[in-house]
């Protein structure tokens, strides 16, 4: 058992990771996260669901982590007052995530500090709550302009920067709020909710297979870990197991997403400090590895290549060649590139020391991914919970201590080698199979799964709840970005506002995973 | 520095030649005089604005940045403001969110002005469709003068879109 508690009793869930469930009293929350927190585990998602379509009233669900597995908690609240204890001051990541499950199914923390709407702006009025069941678009439409009380720094020449949504370059929209004096922040707060297209709603509505197309598109530059982590949770609720070469296609299609994302980051964080030889220079190679995923696998970013049950394509021997190829071309160029980055004084100089996280502020607030590894947060989930074929591959885990820029451009340039590695391995031990899938098109009735991906950027958790048909009732997609978000706040405190691009470039949440 | 160098010169030039325009991306017919395009296809000014995508297609809006597609080459560039741009680059389902946002970097923008749709989601709505947080695609929002469907499109069906906009329709 991954954890003991009296009145906690945790059966343990079929597939491919570690998993436990079970149900407790609104009273057990707070001493059972404060005996997880203390013996170093971490809270990974919070989400709800309305039961009352059987009786139940609604549900809180955690999803906690330690060395051990994922400990899945359910907590029933009864209907006229879904309330349970706040438990953001065990573990203050959860603010965002309790303000979130408020503002969609209505759901509440007592005490909790922080009662500020979080995913609503003013698309549907405060009344309602869009995953309730008996939700009616129609008549909570609102056209509100968004009213969101920032918190307010006072003292002498201290001003507001606001920035956003439309941001000044390509990327997803968000609201900065800076309160600086001259060039130093002094506070930064977030505000997001922008990109919130109802995902979780839409779930509701699509089939078991349908559904994985919209799972691949929570966080576009991470469709593969979605895909896959959905994938996982739903073969854990039918107790499926798919093809071994399935599993080693999958893990083939998260390495190449990874090193993609680590290729186009390095680039922009040269770009970022005005060498823009580093754009030029690690966007070539990014192409070079889409195309291979084109010309190989049908998709540049491997979009809909993970199903439940399997994988739609295989990789011939031809391809595997070109694989290699790319891995040789790939580590002599990084290596050349690297060696660049290091010895050029001017990019070093903005690198050391900008966005410092110590660990010890990581470790309080759940920094999780290569952000966490940055800051001496050992968590991969390829290392701690290996599922096949991550069990035969050995990851090697990069961590770094000094939690600044630079950190994260080594834990980049480190993981990006690795998974090199690991790409070379899986193509060496590609299993042969007849089949790249087994059918998948119908789950139990009553079932809860969940499937969790080390992605790029951190660990993917996706949950599926099922009805008495065996529909999704509703699906849970979560993302690193909850984790890594607030931290981001902290991590600017101190530095100049012209660093501010480098330094939320270093980082490289996702908006539209955490805004849904 | 040498490395540096070394590098650059080793790498050569990687830019392929772009794409013709092509009709059938235009859903509304040519609103702009043909001298105002020749102007525009001779010194383009672009702002993107995400209007609630999922980032798979800004990944691509990057690639068309990158030393193959090299869109700056053909005197086209992203610029941080509306107010500096001539042309919308608008992905996603518009979030009702980001309809007010949407409406006002379009009003922000001079004229005149074009607008292209970019990715699934932005011409019909895509796999997030129409919901009570999803007003389904661009058109729906603003005036859309040309769209470029997949999922996301690639680097090249995006230039392709853009090249469509600022020429003379036929």
Known sequence: MPITHPNLHLTKLAGAIPAWSGEIKPDDLQPICQSVQDGGGRLVALWGSDARELGNGFTLHIALVNETGLICLSVPLPDGQPGYPDVSRIFPVANRMQRAAYDLLGIYAHEGQDHRKWLRHGAWHGGSFPLRKDFDAAQSRIDDADNYPFVQVEGQGVHEIAVGPVHAGIIEPGHFRFSVVGEKTLRLEERFGYTHKGIEKRFESLTVQQAAKLAGRVSGDSTVAYAWAYAMAAESIAAVTPPDRALWLRALFLERERIANHLGDLGYLGNDVALSFGFAQFWILKEQVLRNNAELFGHRYLMDRIIPGGVTMDLAESGKRTLFKECAMLEHEVSVLRGIYEEHAGVQDRFIGAGRIEPKLAARLGLCGLAGRASSQAWDARVQFPCAPYDKLDVQMATYRNGDVAARVIVRFDELFESLRLQREILNNLVDDDKLSVPLEKLPAHGFGVGMVEGWRGEVLVAIHTDADGKLTRVHPHDPSWQNWPVLEHAVVGNIVPDFPLINKSFNLSYSGQDL | ?170
Not at chain 2, 100 to 126: H, N, Q, S, Y
Request: proline share 6%; aromatic share 4%.
């Open chain 2, 1 to 170: 520095m040498y490395q540096l160098i070394k590098q650059i010169i080793k790498t050569g030039i990687k830019t392929e030649s772009p794409p013709l325009p092509d009709e059938t991306m235009r859903v509304q017919s040519q609103r702009l005089q043909e001298e105002i395009l020749r102007v525009f296809g001779s010194a383009l000014n672009i702002r993107h604005v995400d209007a609630g995508s999922c980032n798979g297609c800004e990944l691509e809006i990057h690639s068309v940045n990158n030393a193959y597609y090299n869109i700056e080459g053909l005197g086209i560039k992203f610029v941080a403001s509306p107010r500096h741009a001539d042309m919308l680059l608008v992905t996603g389902p518009v979030s009702r969110h980001m309809v007010t946002a949407l409406k006002r970097t379009f009003d922000a923008t001079p004229e005149p002005k074009l607008v292209v749709a970019i990715g699934d989601c932005a011409c019909d709505g895509g796999i997030f469709g129409e919901s009570y947080a999803s007003c389904g695609r661009v058109a729906n929002v603003i005036p859309v003068d040309v769209v470029v469907s997949g999922c996301p499109p690639t680097p090249t069906a995006i230039l392709q879109g853009i090249l469509t906009a600022i020429s003379a329709q036929k």
